[in-house]
């Protein structure tokens, strides 16, 4: 009785080969469901990403409503100021971005009052400078706790690709979402009528003048844009889209630095056309600093300047992405 005992228990227990089969099984069912799960997950933080844009272009509305413009994406002057003592930063040219004067339409009125937009970026609070919000980052390529970026030492770099220097870049929290400053006209050879000079942006948020001379800046701006002077049509322009970033400048300048930091326009705004295609990817060297992309795969995506939010292809034609970027070029596009 004893010894049937026995072998109903051995009976009732798996095999070696029933057991690795099994095992075989449930890591074949993970393998088939791992691609699933990872399409959700990037279906959904591609979901957040537009609804940041979302928030970002119907605040950006709430500020044209409120100032009778679009925001300024930075002051500066046509002739850059002298250094001025308090910090050595640039009057006219290290204010805070349109990015900080969003904050009021995007429920962070507390912390805009700690800004103040009328002087350099580098006399506000560090604390303040280091504030990064989700609202601003794509979930694809940074979490709050990953957007935030100490002082820094970078090269400048003259016209003729030459190294000219160091710089001091003060930290900051960095940003995922970038300003259509417009396409490449009238240039870009380091002159006063370049695309990054005051009042000479094609796009929608541009570098404007501050109203004022050396003595002292009023708190107001010139080179205003407005609704009306959108004549491409709304529905065919953009207004913010995500910026590239190559995967080794995360949270560096000129590619992902501060975002708050006016100095440097690729921080926080973008360029796009002929000569300044889509970045493909994190690794596509072949677009710059100047382009817009993103950490999604085979796309990037645009608030218009209707508010909608549009998904565009990487592979779209630099001509057509030129005209979408340029808010009175004449040349309106159908569907793309």
């Not at 930063?89 to 429920?107: A, C, I, K, S, Y």
């Not at 002929?274 to 993103?294: E, I, K, M, T, W």
């Not at 950490?295 to 939010?309: A, E, I, L, N, R």
Request: net charge negative.
């Amino acid at each position: 009785m004893h010894v049937q005992n026995q072998q109903r228990l051995i009976r009732s227990g798996f095999t070696i080969i029933e057991l690795l089969v099994t095992i075989a099984i449930i890591g074949l069912l993970i393998a088939l469901l791992l691609p699933a799960v990872q399409q959700a997950r990037a279906a959904a933080r591609k979901t957040q990403c537009a609804n940041n844009l979302k928030q970002l272009g119907l605040a950006t509305h709430s500020f044209h409503d409120t100032h009778g413009a679009y925001p300024p994406a930075r002051l500066i002057l046509n002739v850059p100021r002298t250094a001025i003592d308090n910090g050595g930063m640039l009057v006219g040219l290290d204010e805070p971005t349109w990015l900080v004067r969003l904050l009021p339409f995007m429920e962070q009125s507390s912390l805009h009052a700690q800004w103040d937009e009328y002087i350099a970026y580098g006399l506000n609070p560090k604390s303040t400078r280091q504030q990064a919000l989700p609202v601003f980052l794509c979930p694809e390529r940074h979490s709050v706790d990953t957007a935030v970026v100490d002082e820094e030492t970078i090269t400048i770099t003259a016209p003729c690709g030459c190294p000219a220097g160091t710089q001091t870049v003060p930290g900051g929290a960095v940003a995922d979402y970038a300003a259509n400053h417009g396409d490449l006209s009238p240039g870009a050879i380091s002159q006063p009528t370049d695309f990054y000079w005051g009042g000479n942006g094609t796009g929608v948020i541009i570098s404007s003048r501050p109203m004022g001379d050396e003595s002292g800046i009023e708190r107001n701006w010139l080179d205003k844009v407005r609704i009306a002077d959108v004549t491409d049509g709304a529905s065919n322009t953009l207004l913010i889209g995500e910026n590239h970033v190559l995967g080794t400048w995360k949270n560096k300048t000129p590619f992902n630095g501060p975002a708050y930091l006016g100095r440097h326009l690729t921080n926080f705004s973008r360029i796009a056309g002929p000569g300044v295609p889509l970045g493909h990817h994190q690794n596509d060297s072949r677009a710059g600093s100047y382009s817009f992309g993103s950490s999604h795969s085979g796309y990037v995506q645009f608030t218009m300047v209707d508010g909608s939010v549009r998904v565009i292809s990487t592979s779209i034609n630099t001509r057509l992405l030129g005209h979408l970027a340029n808010r009175h070029d004449g040349e309106t596009v159908g569907e793309f």
